[in-house]
């Protein structure tokens, strides 16, 4: 199929080829309502001057660069949310609006504020998924000095400059977590627990909600000590294996953060296929497969297009107010993934 044309744009948007042609060269005025039915149709049928339809449908319109810091440039959930940042910010309304997206090489606070302050540099507001750490705070407070809002994405910071939280309530999908254990495990017992590092703000919190809900409602199952596993498969992988063989009669595993596919393969290699109850985060490739094999029993999963979309008003509007009035928490909703519902 060859490149879309001036006429797939008209037929989609229902219009003349004639409109399409005055809204992307500007030759006669057209009805806004007009106009954003053109841009829509350019952008369904990925037609090649849709940028350039862009900017003549919102020409005054100020421009806005919207900075992200995300983790794992390989892995294939934060490439599917940069896809999504960067569709939100260029399709804000009311702005020109663009996104800037860096990968950190690790979870080191380092390595993190090396492209924070890169991006920061260039950006008008930033979004960043780092742990919680006295150098990140720096780094935050610093931008914010300059006048650039920064959120945490995904995991919360408590630096007290920040302009606020973007994602889901790490502490409710921990409860959630737990209660899908409990009611799903084949008996009551002992639950492995794994999570990226005690830094990360939200896993923290995941932990949390975990613990305190079998502490309340399901006391017959006893939470084990976090393995942390840095967000490494072959950490995690490694990890589950000696967690299998420690303790047999395991009842469940919870996933708090990333190394859930090193966890994945070692249950498949253990052939542990529907004996556990077993809790993971994000819908990915991977994740998906296990629960059709009755490896994974629920994925809780981050809506990656309202996040998205949401970042990117939140971070607009916190320019815009210039710090006058801070939002300080945006929690999402997160989905619920079973092998019935994918």
Do not use: C
């Not at 030759?27 to 369904?44: F, Y």
């Not at 990968?103 to 540099?121: D, M, R, T, Y």
């Not at 009842?251 to 994945?264: D, Q």
């Amino acid at each position: 199929m060859g490149r879309p044309t001036i006429a797939d744009v008209a037929k989609a948007a229902g219009v003349s080829v004639a409109t399409v042609d005055r809204v992307l060269n500007k030759r006669h005025p057209v009805r806004e309502e007009t106009t954003h039915r053109v841009l829509q149709a350019a952008e369904s049928v990925k037609f090649y001057a849709t940028d350039l339809l862009k900017q003549r449908v919102r020409p005054d319109a100020p421009r806005r660069t919207l900075g992200f810091v995300l983790q794992e440039r390989a892995k294939e959930f934060y490439q599917g949310l940069a896809a999504a940042l960067t569709h939100a910010a260029q399709n804000a309304p009311g702005v020109r609006g663009r996104a800037i997206i860096e990968f950190a090489s690790g979870l080191s606070p380092g390595a993190v504020i090396e492209k924070l302050n890169a991006v920061g540099a260039r950006s008008d507001a930033v979004a960043v998924v780092a742990v919680d750490h006295p150098s990140i705070t720096q780094a935050v407070d610093a931008l914010m000095a300059r006048g650039v809002p920064t959120f945490g994405l995904l995991t919360g910071l408590t630096a007290p400059n920040r302009a606020g939280y973007l994602g889901i309530d790490n502490r409710q999908a921990g409860r959630m977590a737990a209660w899908a254990i409990a009611r799903m495990a084949r008996h009551a017992g002992q639950v492995g627990l794994l999570l990226g590092s005690h830094r990360y703000l939200g896993h923290e919190l995941r932990e949390i909600g975990f613990r305190s809900y079998f502490r309340e409602h399901a006391p017959a199952f006893q939470v084990l000590d976090a393995i942390v596993n840095l967000e490494e498969e072959r950490i995690a992988y490694e990890a589950t294996l000696d967690l299998l063989k420690r303790h047999p009669d395991l009842a469940g595993i919870f996933v708090a953060g990333g190394g859930m596919e090193g966890v994945i393969a070692a249950l498949r290699e253990e052939d542990r296929h529907g004996s556990l109850a077993v809790v993971v985060h994000e819908l990915t490739s991977a994740t998906r497969a296990a629960l059709v094999d009755d490896i994974v029993t629920l994925v809780i999963a981050t809506p990656v297009q309202l996040l998205a979309q949401r970042a990117a008003e939140a971070m607009i509007r916190a320019i815009d107010e210039n710090g006058a009035e801070r939002e300080r928490q945006l929690f999402l909703p997160f989905e619920l993934y079973t092998s019935e519902n994918l």
